[in-house]
């Protein structure tokens, strides 16, 4: 009997212990995690935080949350505190023990709000450049990369910033980056010439290296380096005169508004670089000039030229100087301009009194209303070369493209060039510069060797 308690006994006790321990069982809680967002959108490196909602609450459980992402590159995570990295996708999950929830992260560029040019108009001459910048915000953008295009590459072309004037025309250049863009006007415009500059067989022009000069020829200020032609481009003349007061009337009225260029080579024959002004001991074409004002004030080369020509339509050979300059003269003269003629007494003036220096100026200066004959009132000399200043206007244009002046009187060592204007008594007027610095007006015979040298209004 004794026996048979203390089996059962232990039957009972090993029963309470088993149902014990399935209790015990029982009692550990289920474990949950999820997170507070499943998609995530950022841009290149904003930030984000995820909250992990564990339970039951993780210090009860004595665990902690383990955070990671599936692709570094593109979005890291830290603490739940999410960076994004870099376009494209990745998924940060938070694990607690076996449980895990986790969160899409999309990262997107950052993209170009505003593009803005520094400069929205802009005038260029042809063959100009100008450089345009342009702000791309925000600063970091993703891709900044701005594209440059022009509506018309015919007027203006434009190359990391960089636009470059082609011909006279107007157009846009844009500026793009992203979705943003900013544009400019562009204006090609014809520069205005100035005393020096190379004039061209296509009727254009370009800077000759004058600073600055004050009416008269006054002053004038020169480049340091005096600028070379425009390659490909053939120069056939310097410009002389472009102020308004000093061009013809009917020079203006026919559209030659710009002023007065003169040929880098002479009208001649084959045999030497002179001629003579006419054989016609008779002539009468044309009213003489011998007081320094009226000198001063003739700007009708081309209405003189234009008349000889007429009164010797059929007898040109006996007005060499007019014929060479009128009769196939080694330049063609460009469409847009009067064609050549000889310059008259005022033309040749301006011409001395431009291009041979500021000595020769001011002694003309003086001499613009002095009513005295010019044969006996107008000569001086400066301190230097003045055939030598008159060629200098044509020092980088290459020898076999141009005439220089010379010495055609040994004796006095100066150059004499015909005017289209007659004085008097079988005598045409010239104007001689020298070596010794001499500058004057003077009078020659009909059959004299002097230099013609036409010019050309436009």
């Given at each position: ?21 399935k209790?015990?069982e ?24 995820l ?18 992402s ?11 505190t999410?960076?994004a ?29 505003s ?12 063959e ?15 891709d900044?990369t ?18 470059t004037?082609?011909?006279?025309g ?6 793009e ?21 190379y004039?061209?067989?296509d ?13 008269d ?12 032609p ?25 559209g ?16 030497k670089?002179?001629?003579?002004w ?21 700007v ?15 007898r040109?050979?006996l ?7 009128l ?19 005022g ?71 015909w ?19 001499t ?5 020659e ?6 230099v ?6 436009f």
């Amino acid at each position: 009997m004794k026996k048979f308690l203390k089996t059962s006994l232990l039957l009972i006790c090993a029963s309470l212990c088993m149902l014990s321990c399935k209790d015990d069982e029982n009692d550990v809680p289920e474990i949950t995690v999820a997170l507070d967002k499943t998609e995530l959108a950022l841009t290149i490196g904003e930030t984000s935080s995820l909250t992990a909602l564990v339970t039951p609450p993780l210090e009860t459980i004595g665990q902690s949350v383990v955070w990671s992402s599936d692709n570094e590159a593109v979005a890291t995570v830290s603490e739940g505190t999410v960076t994004a990295v870099a376009v494209g996708q990745a998924t940060v999950t938070a694990t607690v023990g076996e449980k895990s929830a986790t969160c899409v992260v999309t990262v997107s560029p950052i993209v170009v709000r505003s593009v803005t040019l520094d400069e929205h108009a802009i005038t260029l001459e042809v063959e100009g450049t100008q450089t345009l910048t342009a702000t791309v915000l925000p600063d970091d953008a993703t891709d900044p990369t701005v594209t440059w295009t022009s509506n018309d590459e015919t007027i203006a072309t434009v190359e990391a910033g960089v636009v470059t004037a082609v011909a006279v025309g107007t157009t846009v250049i844009r500026a793009e980056a992203g979705d943003a863009a900013d544009s400019c006007v562009v204006t090609v415009a014809v520069p205005e010439p100035k005393i020096g500059d190379y004039f061209y067989s296509d009727g254009t022009w370009s800077d000759g290296g004058l600073v600055s000069i004050e009416a008269d020829g006054l002053n004038p200020v020169w480049a340091d380096v005096k600028p070379a032609p425009k390659a490909g481009k053939t120069v056939i003349g310097i410009v002389f005169q472009t102020f308004g007061d000093r061009i013809a009337e009917t020079d203006k009225e026919a559209g030659y508004t710009h002023g007065y260029v003169v040929a880098v080579k002479s009208a001649h024959g084959t045999e030497k670089q002179t001629t003579w002004w006419s054989s016609d001991f008779d002539f009468s074409a044309l009213k003489g000039a011998k007081l320094a004002s009226t000198w001063y004030k003739n700007v009708n080369g081309r209405a003189e030229t234009t008349k000889v020509g007429e009164v010797y339509s059929e007898r040109m050979d006996l007005m060499p100087a007019f014929k060479w300059t009128l009769n196939g003269f080694t330049f063609a003269a460009p469409e847009t301009t009067s064609g050549w003629f000889l310059p008259s007494t005022g033309q040749l003036w301006d011409m001395m009194a431009n291009l041979c220096g500021n000595g020769v100026a001011a002694y003309m200066k003086e001499w613009q209303a002095l009513d005295k004959d010019a044969t006996w009132y107008c000569s001086e000399k400066t301190d230097y070369d003045v055939i030598a200043q008159f060629n200098s206007t044509m020092s980088e244009i290459p020898a076999e493209d141009k005439e220089e002046l010379f010495v055609t009187e040994k004796y006095y060592t100066t150059c004499s060039l015909w005017a289209s204007t007659p004085y008097a008594d079988e005598t045409s007027c010239v104007m001689n510069i020298g070596t010794n610095g001499t500058i004057e007006c003077m009078t020659e015979y009909f059959d004299y060797d002097a230099v013609a040298r036409p010019i050309l209004a436009f």
